[in-house]
């Protein structure tokens, strides 16, 4: 089966930086859309940023300007480059992702998510 494992979380204070990384295990799988989503204590989930096939990003405008998801095709993995963090970035990130397993494509693939905690 295709799992999608992120890592990278952590404790940091605000005004510092985080590299989070999405990689897919298990079965061959070919990321072609990925994304990452966001959990703070006691809300709803919310997107964070998106990234296509063809390499367009889209952020949530909470994130945009501070935050970067690029995809790194050899290695098959996702990844949410965050600066200048602020308190209210503090939640559980999950990475999200759709691609290509043997001759099917997969959709709505989600990772367990990683912690990130930003103090103030």
Same mark, same amino acid.
Not at 2 to 15: D, F, H, I, Y
Not at 108 to 120: E, I
């Given at each position: 089966?295709?799992? $999608?494992?992120?890592?990278?979380?952590?404790?940091?204070?605000?005004?510092?930086? $985080?590299?989070?990384?999405?990689?897919? !295990?298990?079965?061959?799988?070919?990321?072609?859309?990925?994304g990452?989503?966001?959990?703070?204590?006691?809300?709803?989930?919310?997107?964070?940023?998106?990234?296509?096939?063809?390499?367009?990003?889209?952020?949530?405008?909470?994130?945009?300007?501070?935050?970067?998801? !690029?995809?790194?095709?050899?290695?098959?993995?996702?990844?949410?480059?965050?600066?200048? $963090?602020?308190?209210?970035?503090?939640?559980?990130?999950?990475?999200?992702?759709?691609?290509?397993?043997?001759?099917?494509?997969?959709r709505?693939?989600?990772?367990?998510?990683?912690?990130?905690?930003?103090?103030?």
């Open positions: 089966q295709v799992q $999608l494992v992120e890592s990278g979380g952590g404790l940091v204070q605000a005004g510092g930086s $985080l590299r989070l990384s999405c990689a897919a !295990s298990g079965s061959r799988f070919s990321i072609e859309v990925a990452w989503y966001r959990q703070p204590p006691g809300k709803q989930r919310e997107m964070v940023a998106g990234i296509s096939s063809g390499g367009s990003t889209n952020y949530a405008v909470s994130v945009e300007g501070r935050f970067t998801i !690029s995809r790194d095709s050899a290695k098959n993995t996702v990844y949410l480059q965050m600066n200048s $963090l602020k308190p209210e970035d503090t939640a559980v990130y999950y990475c999200t992702a759709d691609g290509y397993s043997s001759v099917y494509y997969l709505d693939l989600w990772g367990r998510g990683t912690q990130v905690t930003v103090s103030s």
